[in-house]
């Protein structure tokens, strides 16, 4: 029985399966064997059982670094998030144009604040066509319909050939119903085009998945002359555009409904057409800086960050006590579940205590916190300067932060708003160093950079049930395991001889006992 697993939870001591062996002892001596064998087992098994608890001490620290790698891994990503201009810089709008729903506005780190109007005469649509009529669909003299569809996208032509049969007996609905799957089916690769019958209109509804006038499709008939069955053609999204100053710009035709002016991404979602003057008309709204919301941002920003630093610092501050080692089999088989579950607890505390990787971790955030980003405005190169602090000492060791002065913050995001956004989300040009780039940039660099150390000493996350052989817990585990299994060997060798030897006693006391009775009677003959 070799030991080649690395989860605590399932592991048993082999050697407590000897306990279910039928060994029959102590007929002739009247000793109980099992019991002394046992108690010269336990005194053999101190090294297995030092083996043992090093293995697990390494089960419960790779598990320790896999959860302080989570949170790491989770503040990462949000950081990365946070780090895209467009969920840090967020913008307020209004208006008759976005409140009536004629258009949806993002602003980015570049908007051009002001008050716009927006008239929309077409929306960019896809290529569709619908047939009223499937009974113009010629089938030959076995029942067979093939048709040719081109469908063409920005200059390329993909052909297919749909083929299906038409059988006598089935309906219209039943064809209609065929002829959408066929179609469906020979564009799966990535459905550029789709088809759908509706039984209750009896009408095959074709459409293209891109829109723009780039896009059209033909569908033919092959079994007629390729007569021309069903086409279409997408159209391209128009509009203008009503700066502050009154500066009217047409918008360039845009195969999507989603364009960008002044620094905006205007997404169009109907047309401002005026049924009562058959006029296309102007619709008006604003966009300007959400402080509020900005704000809001960075007091996440802040929880993210203290709840991070704050569960680190606890791991690498707790200490532990060598007093509590981890059970065995014997030991755990001895104790109620409740101690075993206090016992644990204690066991594995402090495994994490003074981590070099993770203390690293928190000197780096610290120190990039507050070092000034190179290229911005001196009153606002530092998160100081934004009204950012860290707590005193006394308040908080871990070294959390919080808004010292929430107008300074909103006073660096009203006058000063390209500086702050830098300060935050620049990345520099030199990728070998952090020192040019934002906090956010910064963040995000110091924990990958943390995470792969954390990977190298423990393993990668997705070794869930067992180590990462090329880690260096794992390499410890595989040579701990390794003794183990050679101290298996060694002490099945020893329990076997104690049971030869035990075994050649009782034959030995047999002898005597026989021999003791053969006198006996020759002595009570006479």
Do not use: C, H
Request: glycine share 6%; charged share 20%.
């Amino acid at each position: 029985m070799n030991v080649n697993s690395t989860s605590s939870t399932s592991y048993t001591n082999p050697y407590d399966a000897y306990k279910y062996y039928t060994r029959i002892g102590g007929l002739a001596s009247g000793l109980d064997t099992d019991s002394i064998i046992q108690g010269l087992m336990s005194v053999e098994k101190t090294k297995y059982n030092k083996l043992y608890q090093q293995k697990q001490l390494l089960e419960w620290q790779r598990q320790d670094y896999m959860d302080m790698a989570s949170a790491i891994s989770s503040f990462k990503d949000y950081v990365f998030n946070l780090k895209l201009s467009s969920n840090f810089v967020k913008y307020k709008t209004a208006g008759e144009a976005v409140d009536a729903g004629y258009v949806s506005v993002t602003g980015t780190a570049n908007t051009f604040e002001g008050n716009y109007q927006i008239k929309v005469e077409q929306l960019a649509t896809q290529a569709n066509a619908v047939v009223n009529d499937l009974t113009v669909i010629t089938r030959d003299a076995q029942n067979n319909v093939k048709l040719q569809i081109d469908l063409t996208v920005d200059g390329s032509t993909v052909t297919k050939t749909v083929e299906l049969t038409w059988n006598p007996g089935d309906s219209v609905a039943t064809f209609g119903a065929n002829l959408a799957k066929a179609i469906n089916s020979a564009f799966s690769t990535d459905g550029s085009l789709k088809a759908y019958y509706d039984s209750t209109l009896n009408k095959l509804v074709i459409t293209s998945q891109k829109t723009g006038s780039s896009v059209s499709f033909t569908v033919k008939d092959l079994n007629n002359n390729n007569t021309v069955i069903a086409s279409g053609t997408g159209t391209d999204a128009k509009a203008y555009i009503k700066d502050s100053f009154g500066n009217e710009s047409q918008v360039p035709s845009s195969a999507t409904n989603t364009i960008n002016v002044y620094g905006m991404s205007i997404t169009l979602n109907k047309t401002t057409y005026n049924a009562q003057t058959n006029t296309y008309d102007y619709k008006s709204f604003s966009i300007s800086k959400d402080v509020d919301a900005i704000v809001n941002n960075i007091k996440e920003l802040i929880n993210k960050y203290n709840e991070l630093v704050s569960k680190i610092y606890s791991k690498i501050t707790e200490k532990r006590n060598r007093d509590y080692l981890p059970l065995t089999e014997e030991q755990k088989s001895q104790m109620k579940d409740t101690d075993i579950q206090k016992w644990e607890e204690a066991a594995k505390k402090g495994l994490l205590y003074g981590d070099s990787i993770l203390s690293g971790f928190l000197n780096n955030l610290r120190y990039y916190l507050y070092k000034a980003v190179p290229g911005l405005p001196s009153n606002l190169d530092t998160i100081s300067e934004a009204g950012i602090e860290t707590y005193s000492y006394f308040e908080s060791k871990e070294g959390k932060i919080y808004i010292k002065d929430e107008s300074k913050l909103r006073q660096a995001i009203s006058n000063n708003f390209d500086a702050f956004v830098k300060l935050f989300t620049s990345s520099g040009s030199d990728t070998n160093t952090i020192e040019d780039d934002g906090i956010l940039q910064r963040f995000y660099n110091i924990a990958n950079d943390t995470l792969k150390k954390i990977y190298d000493k423990a393993g990668k996350p997705y070794f869930t049930s067992s180590y990462d052989p090329n880690s260096s817990i794992g390499k410890q585990l595989r040579s701990i395991i390794d003794q183990m299994n050679a101290e298996q060997e060694r002490l099945q060798k020893i329990e076997d001889r104690y049971y030869r030897q035990f075994t050649q006693l009782e034959r030995l006391i047999a002898q005597m006992n026989t021999q003791s009775s053969w006198l006996s009677q020759q002595f009570s003959a006479k």
